[in-house]
């Protein structure tokens, strides 16, 4: 399977790795630990359940947020919309994104995943 295929994870649920965005960050912190591929934990300190309530989230919606370590973006999707775009300039972030889904695929049990 590319990089490009969905991937299909629940009835409701499927999601599709990109390609990184082009950086245009002149802070050599943040180039620093994209180049080394480096997580970053969280630079923006936003909660993801007040932002979905405050923003009602439903099915019509379509979503672009910054992926980060991907919380923000489970939690979106508990306000069930049409579609998320989880974008971000570090791929390791991406990733560990994937990761999490895929663990959701698989079902995997909470003590196993945390």
Not at 9 to 36: C, E, G, H, R, W
Not at 73 to 89: E, F, M, Q, R, T
């Amino acid at each position: 399977m590319t990089s490009h295929q969905k991937k299909k994870l629940t009835p409701s649920l499927t999601y599709q790795p990109n390609q990184v965005l082009q950086s245009t960050y002149s802070d050599s912190f943040i180039m620093d630990a994209i180049k080394s591929r480096k997580i970053i934990y969280n630079i923006s300190w936003e909660d993801p359940k007040v932002e979905r309530l405050k923003l009602k989230f439903n099915k019509n919606d379509v979503i672009l947020t910054i992926s980060s370590a991907g919380d923000n973006v489970l939690d979106y999707l508990c306000g069930n919309p049409k579609h998320i775009v989880a974008a971000d300039l570090n791929e390791a972030q991406l990733a560990l994104l994937d990761l999490k889904l895929a663990c959701i695929q698989s079902e995997m049990c909470h003590e196993d995943f945390f």
